[in-house]
């Protein structure tokens, strides 16, 4: 019986590794994620990066919203047919997936990232996933389709239960990084103002 506990201990890390498989049904039960985030933009031509952190949301069925509150506020708000954009109070942008198709393109794609979406990733990259044990867990995603692979030398991700990092590398040599915390999966629901930011015109 002395044995026990050291068998559960050697097991626990067999037990507990996750696939692509096991994230995309954790994040399947994420319908609505609330995140804090910092984003770094380096840019090779530039001496700093350019730095921004506000609130994020990303809804599996109804799209994205983007509240950067520094250096400047800017709300944008990404569905399946427009992104809406609006700087420092002035009126608000509308781009359709009509007259910008590429935009929207990356909009499915940014929601496959954030709910490990297989099926989307595998059309887009090759994907080298791997279990850094613990629950924690990185994808290293590398383009092979069209316009992504004129755009991105890899995107890469990392987490544990949440999406938590994001690294995307684009063939200019530049590189953004988005870091996510204090993410939220409750209500589960939109609230009224969050749908009325999606109703908008």
Request: hydrophobic share 40%; aromatic share 6%.
């Amino acid at each position: 019986m002395k044995l026990w506990p050291l068998v559960v201990l050697l097991l626990a890390p067999l037990a507990h590794a996750i696939t692509l498989d096991e994230l995309q049904q954790r994040f399947t039960e994420q319908p609505v994620v609330r995140a804090h985030f910092d984003q770094t933009r380096t840019i090779k031509a530039m001496p700093q990066p350019l730095r921004s952190q506000g609130e994020m949301l990303i809804a599996r069925d109804t799209g994205l919203l983007w509240d950067q509150t520094s250096p400047f506020p800017m709300q944008l708000m990404l569905d399946d047919s427009r992104m809406v954009q609006m700087i420092n109070g002035q009126p608000p942008q509308t781009i359709t997936a009509e007259n910008n198709p590429q935009m929207f393109q990356f909009n499915h794609l940014l929601r496959a990232l954030f709910q490990a979406d297989r099926s989307v990733l595998e059309q887009n990259f090759r994907i080298d996933f791997k279990d850094q044990g613990n629950g924690s867990w990185t994808l290293k995603l590398t383009p092979i389709a069209t316009p992504l692979d004129k755009i991105f030398t890899s995107i890469d991700l990392s987490g544990k239960t949440y999406l938590n990092t994001i690294q995307l590398n684009d063939k200019q040599g530049d590189r953004t990084d988005i870091s996510l915390s204090n993410q939220r999966i409750t209500p589960t629901t939109l609230t009224d103002d969050e749908r009325k930011r999606f109703a908008a015109q």
